[in-house]
């Protein structure tokens, strides 16, 4: 009872928000702090993931592909967002490490600018050719004709996904991760609500359909956004902004384009392997499409707390590098691996055993729980090398290290798992079923290779 009452008083402490120095904490105890937080910021986006699939679910299952459509594109968004969200935390976590508040603030400033630049950029030519785009990926003309604009919203909105990626990863660098944890759950209660509200037209509101679910989000987002600059100009939070901060400083932003560039590229790599996989999968149908994009809602569903627990070991590795405790810095990676493989290795067990009873929470089409069934148990097998990987590659970006992950994933994703899916499915008639092994293998691979690489240690020594 002592044990427990204890545990509840250290999630009391994660949660409090109150202000440690995690380069001198005891280890197994700061990475418990900073996790808690971190794990249910991402266990709510999970909830989204799931809850939004669940109401799209109910207007058709092209409706679904169309969502998993636009994501594949969407990831490259979040690819840009968090490559410049690492790259902004890689620095500020050696400044706080560093002991040295201003300049970790005045980075977090840098690092706004960049995310407004380059999500115009992007917001653009989205919004405005959003049905050429998903044309071009192999989307059924009935998806095109009718639930493009849902992708139109999306791409048109990204500034408000941009700067929650980019914030939010400030806040956990700078050892703030509770606060990071409620603006997402604010941002994604918003969300949730207004789904079905804006989707089926409840009360006073129109019925949008599926692009109800895109306008909920970028509300939901937008509020997050203007809740994160309340509690940075109030003074809330280790990173403290003013007017006189917003500048614009060209070498900084140098320094975070050029750390951002090898993070950009690890995620577009990756993310692009996804577009390759929807694009091969498409060509089995969309009932295919359906099921694959609900089972990687469940399967982020778990992996993203999951991601939480390994932001603990990046935002550790850049503080005690700039506390210049090395050691102590790889010590935190092979302990958060460890806890990391055990949770995957148990959630891949329960998902393997009972799929089907997973998928059919979302959706009541026999032939899309059915694929989606299929999906989920075969990728599955791959959660204990997802467990101890993701820790790895968060680890190499939490030292600045953005070059690493970049080569592996180019390695894994393009020479090992397009190729492979193609393979599987197509040379070999394996179906949709050689596109989930190919993930399997190609995960498992980078797993490997990265710890390979991270036992050399080279990057103990990089400077940022």
């Not at 509020?223 to 917003?246: A, D, E, T, W």
């Not at 009873?357 to 989606?372: A, H, P, R, Y």
Request: with cysteine; hydrophobic share 50%.
């Amino acid at each position: 009872m002592a044990k427990i009452n204890y545990i509840f008083k250290e999630i009391g402490e994660s949660l409090s928000g109150k202000e440690r120095d995690y380069t001198k904490e005891n280890l197994k105890r700061a990475i418990f702090l900073l996790s808690i937080p971190m794990i249910l910021e991402m266990a709510m986006e999970s909830i989204f993931a799931i809850a939004d699939i669940y109401f799209v679910s109910k207007i058709s299952p092209e409706a679904v592909a169309t969502v998993g459509l636009t994501e594949s594109l969407m990831t490259i968004v979040y690819s840009i967002s968090f490559g410049l969200s690492v790259a902004a935390s890689a620095i500020i976590s050696r400044r706080i490490g560093e002991n040295n508040k201003e300049k970790a603030s005045k980075t977090a400033v840098q690092a706004i600018f960049s995310g407004v630049f380059v999500s115009i950029i992007i917001g653009l030519p989205g919004l405005l050719f959003a049905s050429e785009i998903l044309r071009f990926i192999g989307a059924s003309e009935n998806v095109i004709f009718n639930y493009s604009g849902y992708a139109s919203i999306m791409f048109g909105s990204n500034i408000v996904i941009t700067l929650l990626f980019i914030i939010n990863g400030i806040f956990r660098s700078a050892g703030d991760p509770a606060i990071s944890m409620r603006v997402l759950w604010v941002s994604n209660v918003i969300n949730i609500i207004l789904d079905p509200i804006l989707i089926f037209g409840w009360w006073i509101f129109p019925q949008m359909g599926i692009e109800g679910a895109a306008t909920a989000t970028a509300i939901g987002r937008g509020v997050g956004v203007i809740y994160q600059f309340y509690i940075l100009f109030k003074r809330k939070s280790r990173i403290n902004l003013n007017l006189k901060m917003f500048k614009l400083d060209f070498e900084i932003i140098k320094k975070i384009f050029r750390l951002s560039v090898g993070s950009i590229g690890q995620n577009i790599i990756s993310t692009s392997s996804w577009i390759g996989l929807m694009a091969i999968l498409a060509t089995f149908g969309s009932l295919s499409v359906a099921g694959y994009t609900i089972a990687i809602r469940i399967i982020i569903f778990s992996l993203l707390p999951s991601w939480g627990i390994s932001n603990a070991a990046g935002t550790l590795v850049g503080q005690n590098l700039g506390a210049e405790q090395p050691d102590r810095a790889e010590k935190s990676v092979w302990i958060t691996g460890k806890y990391n493989l055990i949770v995957l290795g148990i959630i891949g067990i329960i998902y393997i055993l009972i799929p089907d009873f997973w998928i059919s929470l979302l959706t009541s089409d026999k032939e899309v729980i059915q694929k989606g069934a299929e999906a989920l148990r075969i990728v599955s097998y791959g959660f204990l090398a997802y467990g101890y990987g993701m820790v790895v590659l968060h680890a190499f970006n939490g030292a600045g290290d953005t070059t690493t992950p970049t080569k592996i994933n180019i390695i894994c994703f393009w020479f090992v798992e397009i190729p492979l899916a193609y393979l599987l499915s197509k040379i070999l008639n394996f179906g949709e079923q050689g596109v989930f092994y190919s993930i399997v293998i190609a995960e498992t691979c980078l797993t490997i290779i990265s710890i390979i690489i991270f036992k050399k240690g080279k990057w103990k020594i990089k400077i940022v």
